[in-house]
């Protein structure tokens, strides 16, 4: 059954009165259009509706813009800190951070809503659950702060769910345009497509040396350049789009330049720069360490600092 993107938009701004997503009995303010994309049950209660909806928006507006993101979690309630009793609440917040009135918020926010409805409709979406062909078993990232300019490297392990598995997509936030960074795999594959979906976005299309069977696992390995001078934001978060068995992240500062604060980062919602609880202490050579076994898939794991 095809979902009219029209009909998906009217059942949202449904959902976005009062108190949103956080509202008591939200259960009862979702319509059939949002049920059957969220694969919410007829016996499901407020507070499992509630989360399905948040991991369904959550990953659908991960490529957004920052503007059109904010404002989807803002209209719903699902922004920590902004959680308003009513919804004319809500767009004032937006409209003073964004220093804009309240009329150009409701239509930025309109925007949002009819992006989100459009993805949502996509044919990738309507995948069944478990349909995925390919599950991460090991994510290993080492940043390094201490060079010239800030480079990654990163190593995967991927196991094959269904035979035939010969081409993987993978996705990452930009620090800055295409030509300031350098994507450079080193081990375990080739480039077969390279795709930019949104201005912060960069999708990369990867084949395979050979095609798996159902659980064979392949690695490979791949190095990431900042250039020179490009600043970078002071994170680095990664936003699971399927199960991840164990993501492990190292972040290398230089000896001399350790950052204020650092602090670890796990099922956000949305990249913010407050400080978070779960602090982190570098050790003597300069490195902070984080672990996650099964990583949430739409939310946020990693590290952050202030510099």
Do not use: Y
């Not at 059939?32 to 049950?41: E, F, M, Y």
């Not at 503007?67 to 917040?93: E, G, I, S, Y």
């Not at 450079?184 to 077969?192: D, K, P, Y």
């Amino acid at each position: 059954m095809t979902v009219p993107v029209e009909s998906l938009v009217a059942e949202l701004k449904i959902l976005r009165r009062g108190r949103g997503v956080q509202a008591p009995g939200v259960d009862r303010q979702v319509g059939p259009n949002l049920r059957r994309l969220c694969d919410i049950g007829d016996v499901d209660g407020a507070g499992l509706v509630r989360e399905k909806i948040r991991a369904w928006v959550t990953d659908l507006i991960r490529p957004f813009p920052d503007d059109l993101r904010l404002a989807v979690t803002t209209t719903f309630a699902l922004n920590p800190v902004a959680q308003h009793k009513f919804h004319a609440d809500r767009v004032a917040w937006l409209a003073q951070r964004a220093d804009r009135d309240a009329r150009t918020i409701r239509r930025r926010i309109d925007d949002a809503l009819t992006r989100l409805a459009e993805a949502a409709v996509m044919p990738a979406h309507h995948a069944e659950p478990g349909g995925e062909e390919w599950h991460l078993k090991r994510f290993s990232a080492l940043l390094r702060l201490d060079g010239i300019s800030p480079v990654c490297h990163e190593v995967r392990e991927i196991v094959a769910q269904t035979d035939g598995v010969d081409e993987i997509p993978w996705s990452f936030s930009l620090p800055g345009s295409l030509g300031e960074l350098d994507v450079e795999i080193v081990q375990g594959a080739v480039f077969s497509r390279i795709q930019r979906p949104s201005a912060r976005r960069l999708l990369l299309r990867l084949q395979l040396p050979e095609t798996l069977r159902a659980g064979q696992a392949h690695q490979f390995a791949m190095e990431v350049r900042v250039a020179p001078g490009q600043p970078m934001r002071p994170s680095f978060v990664f936003w699971p789009d399927r199960r991840c068995e164990q993501f492990d992240l190292v972040v290398r500062f230089a000896a001399d330049q350790l950052p204020r604060a650092v602090w670890r980062v796990r099922d956000a919602l949305q990249e913010s720069q407050e400080i978070g609880q779960d602090r982190l202490v570098p050790n003597s050579i300069g490195e902070v360490r984080a672990r996650f076994t099964e990583p949430r898939p739409g939310r946020g794991h990693g590290i952050q600092w202030q510099p």
